[in-house]
């Protein structure tokens, strides 16, 4: 019978007699019967593979969006009908655009072969009394293992003997320093205080322990951060929203097809030209080019931010990020450097003086470990172990929290001591001042240790620096030392880092720094960039809030600190619940969950291999400027798409709804399926130069959001100004040049083409067409295709089309009524984009 521990105790909290019995485990471990019997019921120590998407599914999921199948349909009924040609066309367009789409976000999710590159292969296990090594998948909850420098932590450990021991626990944390570890009791309500546990996937830096295996596989830190890349992802905002559009054109389409067919039919006009001409209003209808003008917009801006060194995995992960209205970072990496540097040298009364620096840099440059914090005491005086020579060393104890060397230089023999400044305190039986040698009395002990106490609030970790003229052997028990000072060090943050929080904040990006690492640090670094630091959450502060309070939190904290990966996840969660569009910026395992469930996740070259699976961009420059340049791309990218969109709103609404009314009262039709077929393919034509088009810098300054009542409210200002010119077309041919069926479909032919294309030369900005000129590609393809459907009646190939020479009247009346059309479209598109303006 085992125990079973209380709902919300952490493995490091429980007693270890209580951990022992619910394992069924002892202190000798288990026997190789037991432990087989274990991994019977917790599975092998490793991770579920990931959710894989093959080419075809993504395929087949692109080709049952609701634009897609119109498309479909559209070309099935066309061929059935005759119109072979138009078929073809139809589902070349279908083709091209999934095509396009499938390769550029071939997925790139290999996370089970990241995931054993982050952890260990062999692990050294305590069966039947004796150690052995085995694979890292047979260890089993109950086994007792030991881990020693260098080796990767294979499971979740509660520590009961260690000797020296520290971890680097940066993966799981973002904390850049090594952690002390011990056996003991802990209340820690968060992994990254746990001092007495040990977590799968983090490094031993230092010494050795044993312990007792609490968890394996996917219960553990590690792996239930990397559990969710085993989830299938669901759509993005981005293909929401163009999935919702397309249901909108599909219903609008359907009706449309089947009121025209059914009106045509009661009214006695033959069913198979009926049926064609309500394909081809049905087909005209459909922005066919809406997929494909959406894939090359978005890779064009793919190609533009690898550029900027960004890596696109998913297409649609651009427009998510244009959109983006909170962006969630992790801390180190990303706002910091990820490394420590020695920031201040300090005397014992706290003023700057360079003497600490330089006896810290003799002591880390000849006896120190050339790595870390060592690095950093090194770098600071890079010159000062010139001259000086090493006697002897004592390592550093992660015990005693202290290392020491005996040198020989230019001051004679010299012993120096440096660590934690209480256990240097300890030593010390003098202070230097400025003023002179101090005895270190009770008084003077205290106030050093407020200073000390301070600077670490401000948070700088403080290196206390000693020095004495014995030599204290192995055992190291020099006494009377004198204290020199603290060296002061921090992960500094990035150059860019404050001016990029400048940028994204007057983008209307709101940045919130979620990390694991001390609330202290956070709060600094927090001030340091220009966010609020007078308050940070912590994980212990979050464990127990229930959502409604969190969420009131999310609007007055910046900074949250001892997160765990799921409480990562949760606020991301709560974001996007709100209908923020949420990225996440992260580079540890611990980032895995937030990555995931952010509508698009960021990660960097360096990043753990869990991470880069798990994020839809990798940065190739941690750097949180790429990532403003980034924003500005996608708002770039989802501007010229909502172009495209606007046109067939003002134009190719209007002009298909007019021609079937006009088709319910003409005796004949108002144009052949075929002339409207080739209106629409001309009319795609003239749109390919979209996505190289430019876009105004005031139009980058806030997140572009796709929203349908956005595009109703301009289809319901620029559709019927487009069927008021329609009609008056009609009118005009009828009633004032009484033309014939043939002249008149020239004449609505020509000034359906005209409208549709000019009119993107005014819709594709808010002011003055002329003050926000076109790109070239732009106004080649517009005008080309223009100039085809213009001179087609007078080649050889209109007479089979249907088309006619117009007179010369006809043409100036058309010409005339384009250009009135297009005034009142500038005067009017004020009242059809959403107030206050966002495009």
């Known amino acids: 019978m085992t125990a079973t521990p209380a709902a919300d105790t952490p493995f490091w909290a429980e007693p270890i007699e209580a951990l022992y019995a619910r394992l069924g485990s002892r202190a000798e471990g288990l026997t190789a019967a037991e432990a087989a019997q274990a991994l019977v019921r917790s599975g092998p120590n490793l991770d579920a593979p990931p959710a894989r998407f093959g080419q075809l599914k993504a395929i087949r999921r692109r080709l049952l969006e609701p634009l897609a199948l119109i498309l479909v349909c559209a070309a099935i009924v066309s061929a059935a009908t005759g119109d072979v040609a138009g078929a073809s066309i139809i589902l070349t367009i279908?083709?091209?655009?999934?095509?396009?789409?499938?390769?550029?976000?071939?997925?790139?999710?290999?996370?089970?072969?990241?995931?054993?590159?982050?952890?260990?292969?062999?692990?050294?296990?305590?069966?039947?009394?004796?150690?052995?090594?085995?694979?890292?998948?047979?260890?089993?909850?109950?086994?007792?293992?030991?881990?020693?420098?260098?080796?990767?932590?294979?499971?979740?450990?509660?520590?009961?003997?260690?000797?020296?021991?520290?971890?680097?626990?940066?993966?799981?944390?973002?904390?850049?320093?090594?952690?002390?570890?011990?056996?003991?009791?802990?209340?820690?309500?968060?992994?990254?205080?746990?001092?007495?546990?040990?977590?799968?996937?983090?490094?031993?830096?230092?010494?050795?322990?044993?312990?007792?295996?609490?968890?394996?596989?996917?219960?553990?830190?590690?792996?239930?951060?990397?559990?969710?890349?085993?989830?299938?992802?669901?759509?993005?905002?981005?293909?929401?929203?163009?999935?919702?559009?397309?249901?909108?054109?599909?219903?609008?389409?359907?009706?449309?097809?089947?009121?025209?067919?059914?009106?045509?039919?009661?009214?006695?006009?033959?069913?198979?030209?009926?049926?064609?001409?309500?394909?081809?209003l049905a087909v005209g209808l459909t922005p066919e080019l809406l997929p494909m003008i959406t894939t090359v917009t978005l890779s064009r801006g793919a190609m533009r931010l690898a550029a900027r060194k960004v890596i696109v995995k998913r297409l649609a992960a651009i427009h998510d990020l244009g959109a983006m209205t909170v962006l969630c970072t992790d801390k180190t990496g990303t706002l910091t450097e990820a490394r420590i540097q020695l920031d201040r040298s300090v005397d014992p009364d706290g003023g700057e003086?360079?003497?600490?620096?330089?006896?810290?840099?003799?002591?880390?440059?000849?006896?120190?470990?050339?790595?870390?914090?060592?690095?950093?005491?090194?770098?600071?005086?890079?010159?000062?172990?010139?001259?000086?020579?090493?006697?002897?060393?004592?390592?550093?104890?992660?015990?005693?929290?202290?290392?020491?060397?005996?040198?020989?230089?230019?001051?004679?023999?010299?012993?120096?001591?440096?660590?934690?400044?209480?256990?240097?305190?300890?030593?010390?039986?003098?202070?230097?001042?400025?003023?002179?040698?101090?005895?270190?009395?009770?008084?003077?002990?205290?106030?050093?240790?407020?200073?000390?106490?301070?600077?670490?609030?401000?948070?700088?970790?403080?290196?206390?620096?000693?020095?004495?003229?014995?030599?204290?052997?192995?055992?190291g028990d020099e006494k009377a030392l004198t204290l020199e000072g603290f060296c002061l060090v921090s992960d500094?943050?990035?150059?860019?880092?404050?001016?990029?929080?400048?940028?994204?904040?007057?983008?209307?990006?709101?940045?919130?720094?979620?990390?694991?690492?001390?609330?202290?640090?956070?709060?600094?670094?927090?001030?340091?960039?220009?966010?609020?630091?007078?308050?940070?959450?912590?994980?212990?502060?979050?464990?127990?809030?229930?959502?409604?309070?969190?969420?009131?939190?999310?609007?007055?904290?910046d900074a949250f600190a001892r997160l765990s990966p799921d409480q990562k996840a949760r606020i991301v969660r709560l974001f996007r619940e709100r209908g923020e569009v949420v990225g996440y910026l992260g580079d540890g395992v611990n980032d895995a969950p937030g990555l995931k469930t952010a509508d698009v996740g960021l990660s960097v070259e360096g990043a753990t291999g869990v991470a880069r699976a798990a994020a839809d961009m990798i940065l190739l420059d941690s750097d949180l400027a790429v990532v403003a340049d980034g924003v500005e791309e996608g708002r770039r990218t989802f501007i010229n798409i909502m172009k495209y969109v606007r046109m067939g709103a003002s134009s190719n609404i209007g002009n298909m709804l007019s021609m079937g009314v006009a088709s319910l009262f003409l005796p004949f039709l108002p144009m052949l399926p075929t002339q409207i077929l080739l209106n629409n393919l001309l009319y795609d034509i003239s749109e390919i130069g979209i996505p190289l088009d430019h876009v105004s810098p005031a139009a980058l300054r806030h997140p572009q959001v796709w929203s349908l009542k956005a595009i109703a409210r301009f289809s319901a200002v620029m559709g019927p100004l487009s069927s008021v010119f329609d009609l008056l077309t009609f009118a005009a041919l009828l009633l004032v040049f009484h033309a014939a069926p043939a002249e008149f479909r020239t004449g609505w032919f020509l000034e359906s083409?005209?409208?549709?294309?000019?009119?993107?030369?005014?819709?594709?900005?808010?002011?003055?067409?002329?003050?926000?000129?076109?790109?070239?590609?732009?106004?080649?393809?517009s005008l080309g295709a223009l100039a085809v459907a213009v001179i087609l009646p007078f080649t050889p190939l209109g007479a089979p089309l249907g088309f006619v020479v117009p007179r010369p009247a006809v043409l100036a009346t058309i010409g005339l009524f384009v250009v009135i059309y297009l005034l009142a479209a500038q005067g009017l598109k004020r009242f059809a984009f959403p107030q206050p303006a966002k495009a």
């Open 94 to 280: 279908v083709l091209i655009s999934v095509g396009l789409d499938t390769v550029q976000e071939g997925r790139a999710l290999k996370a089970a072969e990241s995931l054993r590159q982050a952890v260990a292969l062999t692990a050294e296990v305590l069966r039947d009394g004796v150690f052995l090594a085995l694979d890292v998948a047979e260890v089993v909850p109950g086994d007792i293992v030991r881990v020693r420098t260098g080796d990767i932590v294979p499971a979740d450990i509660r520590l009961i003997a260690s000797f020296a021991l520290s971890t680097s626990e940066a993966a799981l944390t973002g904390e850049p320093y090594p952690v002390l570890k011990a056996p003991g009791d802990s209340v820690a309500r968060s992994p990254a205080e746990a001092a007495n546990a040990l977590f799968r996937g983090s490094v031993v830096q230092a010494g050795e322990g044993t312990g007792l295996v609490a968890g394996t596989g996917r219960a553990t830190v590690f792996g239930e951060a990397a559990a969710i890349l085993t989830e299938a992802e669901g759509p993005s905002a981005f293909e929401r929203d163009l999935h919702g559009l397309g249901l909108l054109i599909a219903r609008l389409t359907l009706a449309l097809a089947l009121v025209i067919l059914t009106a045509h039919v009661v009214a006695g006009r033959p069913v198979l030209q009926s049926l064609m001409f309500a394909v081809a």
């Open 753 to 781: 083409m005209a409208t549709q294309i000019l009119v993107i030369f005014v819709i594709r900005t808010r002011g003055l067409p002329w003050k926000a000129l076109p790109h070239p590609w732009l106004t080649a393809t």
């Open 492 to 557: 500094p943050i990035k150059p860019t880092a404050k001016a990029a929080v400048v940028r994204l904040a007057e983008a209307g990006v709101k940045l919130k720094i979620l990390s694991g690492d001390d609330p202290i640090v956070v709060r600094r670094l927090a001030g340091l960039v220009g966010l609020r630091a007078e308050r940070v959450l912590s994980g212990p502060d979050i464990a127990d809030m229930p959502n409604a309070a969190l969420a009131v939190q999310l609007d007055q904290v």
């Open 353 to 475: 003086d360079r003497g600490p620096a330089r006896l810290a840099a003799i002591a880390a440059t000849l006896g120190g470990d050339r790595g870390g914090l060592d690095a950093a005491l090194a770098q600071g005086e890079p010159k000062a172990a010139e001259g000086w020579s090493l006697i002897s060393q004592r390592p550093f104890d992660y015990q005693a929290r202290v290392g020491a060397v005996r040198v020989k230089g230019p001051d004679g023999e010299l012993t120096l001591v440096k660590g934690a400044p209480e256990a240097v305190m300890a030593r010390c039986a003098t202070v230097r001042t400025a003023s002179g040698l101090r005895p270190m009395d009770d008084a003077l002990r205290a106030s050093v240790v407020g200073r000390v106490k301070a600077r670490a609030e401000e948070g700088f970790r403080a290196v206390a620096i000693a020095s004495g003229a014995d030599w204290g052997g192995p055992t």
